[in-house]
């Protein structure tokens, strides 16, 4: 069984950093596009960042210009500057072999355990 390892998060205060890395076991092969989700309490899950094996990328609207995902082979990385409290959430690594870019988080068969990101006002 593949599996994802998160690590990175943390508590933090508002203005600060944190940079979260996913690392996709040997037994994944041929991963194509790589994401990072979030789910806040009593919040649905939403996709933060994906990014394909070619090096596409695309944000949701509330982070861009603030967080910045990539990647090396098969591991992730999102870089998150100017935190806010709105974005203390679980954050969890997602990856998808299909060749197909992913279009919601059904397409995503891959799923870490989720690193906590608490940011402090």
């Known amino acids: 069984q593949g599996q994802l390892v998160e690590s990175g998060g943390g508590l933090v205060q508002a203005g600060g950093s944190l940079r979260l890395s996913c690392a996709a076991s040997?037994?994944?092969?041929?991963?194509?596009?790589m994401g990072w989700y979030r789910q806040a309490p009593g919040k649905q899950r939403e996709l933060v960042a994906a990014?394909?094996?070619?090096?596409r990328t695309n944000y949701a609207d509330s982070v861009k210009g603030r967080f910045t995902i990539s990647r090396e082979k098969n591991t992730a990385y999102l870089q998150m500057n100017n935190l806010k409290p709105e974005d203390t959430a679980i954050f969890y690594c997602?990856?998808?072999?299909?060749?197909?870019?992913?279009?919601?988080?059904?397409?995503?068969?891959?799923w870490g355990q989720g690193t906590q990101v608490t940011v402090s006002s």
């Open positions: 040997g037994s994944i092969l041929s991963i194509n596009a």
């Open positions: 990014i394909t094996s070619g090096g």
């Open positions: 997602a990856a998808s072999t299909e060749p197909l870019v992913p279009k919601d988080s059904e397409d995503y068969a891959y």
